[in-house]
């Protein structure tokens, strides 16, 4: 499959949140922590659980930069 996506960070499912409508996903790339917000029949479509790997793919038309 293609994708237009840029940004792929290979990462390391630490916690699936559940809620009602949404899930958290909480994921580890290297030192860094990401969460992304999907909604929970994606989750379960996609059967998440801590210590699968996947890609974040990040698109955004802000992202901003602080030093």
């Given at each position: 499959?293609?994708?237009?996506?840029?940004?792929?960070?290979?990462?390391?499912?630490k916690e699936v949140r559940l809620g009602v409508v949404m899930a958290e996903v909480v994921v580890q790339a290297?030192?860094?922590?990401?969460?992304?917000?999907?909604?929970?029949?994606?989750?379960?479509?996609?059967?998440?659980?801590?210590?699968?790997?996947?890609?974040?793919?990040?698109?955004?038309?802000?992202?901003?930069?602080?030093?």
């Amino acid at each position: 499959m293609k994708i237009s996506v840029r940004n792929k960070i290979p990462a390391t499912i630490k916690e699936v949140r559940l809620g009602v409508v949404m899930a958290e996903v909480v994921v580890q790339a290297g030192n860094n922590e990401i969460v992304a917000a999907i909604t929970k029949d994606a989750a379960e479509d996609l059967a998440l659980k801590a210590g699968d790997s996947v890609t974040a793919l990040v698109k955004s038309t802000s992202v901003m930069i602080q030093k």
